[in-house]
T-cell receptor
């Protein structure tokens, strides 16, 4: 089954404790991206990657890091989490094409930082 | 920067009604526009994608239109059902980035 898999789905952590949220897709998509969803603010893009070893900042990159060493994986790293990073996070992927690139989303990762 | 707005924020209709959800965006330089459905606590499911050269797309009871020059898209849902209750989001693709509206929360009352 074609899918985007995120782990963990739920996580409670404390301020300053480094964590990684993994994202993997099995559709050979070039494009991968991370979003956070907050009430009243909608989905905002954190980072995106057009292909292996190519990453770029979205609208809210502060406090996050990413890497794209393999085509299928795009982990989101919070080096020193803070309470304002408590949010629902989504990973998504799509092919890079001329305009028919349907975004496929993971199920989401709910993160709470105490 | 692209700004995407969805009106109304919430909508409640009786079962069987036809309804229209609205999406507007500020920059007409887009590759495509997608409509998604999100159920509570779940991920987003793509419903329809309209490329910038297209005017509309249809899937079953759903019809989405795009007027790029005026920065507007509509999602038309025919003969609404309780199972249509969800939040509907639109997103515009500018090439490298996707910009989302805050969604319309739809409740269809049996």
């Amino acid at each position: 089954e074609a899918q985007v898999t995120q782990n963990p789905r739920y996580l409670i952590t404390v301020t300053g404790k480094k964590l990684t949220v993994t994202c993997s897709q099995n559709m050979n998509h070039e494009y991968m991206s991370w979003y956070r969803q907050d009430p009243g603010l909608g989905l905002r893009q954190i980072y995106y990657s057009m292909n292996v070893e190519v990453t770029d900042k979205g609208d809210v990159p502060e406090g996050y890091k990413v890497s794209r060493k393999e085509k299928r994986n795009f982990p989101l790293i919070l080096e020193s989490p803070s309470p304002n990073q408590t949010s629902l996070y989504f990973c998504a992927s799509c092919k890079v094409s001329s305009g028919a690139n349907v975004l496929t989303f993971g199920a989401g990762s709910r993160l709470t930082v105490l | 920067k692209q700004e995407v707005t969805q009106i109304p924020a919430a909508l409640s209709v009786p079962e069987g009604e036809n309804l229209v959800l609205n999406c507007s965006f500020t920059d007409s330089a887009i590759y495509n526009l997608q409509w998604f459905r999100q159920d509570p606590g779940k991920g987003l499911t793509s419903l329809l994608l309209i490329q910038s050269s297209q005017r509309e797309q249809t899937s079953g009871r759903l019809n989405a239109s795009l007027d790029k020059s005026s920065g507007r898209s509509t999602l038309y849902i025919a003969a609404s059902q309780p199972g249509d209750s969800a939040t509907y989001l639109c997103a515009v693709n500018t090439g490298n980035q996707f910009y989302f509206g805050t969604g319309t929360s739809l409740t269809v009352i049996p």
